[in-house]
């Protein structure tokens, strides 16, 4: 018996390695244009972080540009368990959340939620 099942579970880890999709790199601007495309999906951004509101709703909330958009697109904001600096250069990956809504005028059209991060390495 065991030995039907090996090759078995070999197929399903085959089968989850070939569907795991690394997250896309993009821009700013074009996680603001493309945010419908983007959603629920996982996305990397390298930018400079602007902003950090650390300890908000058991999350950190760290606005990050990278010199694309303009007005209201020239920035996105990330949560996440880990934080940053004002002034670091990070690259940060996330998943794509839309029309975020936590009240008292906190509204964010575009969200990039549960991100991990970590410092750019300096050329």
Request: no cysteine; net charge negative.
């Amino acid at each position: 018996m065991k030995l039907a099942i090996q090759p078995f579970l070999a197929l399903v880890m085959m089968a989850m390695i070939s569907t795991a999709v690394a997250a896309e790199t993009v821009t700013v601007s074009d996680a603001h244009a493309r945010r419908l495309e983007l959603a629920g999906k996982q996305i990397t951004i390298t930018g400079t972080v602007i902003k950090v509101n650390n300890g908000v709703m058991k999350r950190n909330f760290i606005h990050v540009q990278d010199g694309t958009g303009s007005g209201d697109t020239d920035r996105l904001v990330f949560t996440s368990q880990q934080t940053a600096v004002v002034g670091d250069t990070i690259t940060v990956t996330g998943t794509v959340a839309l029309d975020i809504d936590f009240g008292m005028g906190y509204f964010y059209s575009t969200l990039i939620e549960q991100a991990t991060l970590e410092l750019a390495k300096s050329a």
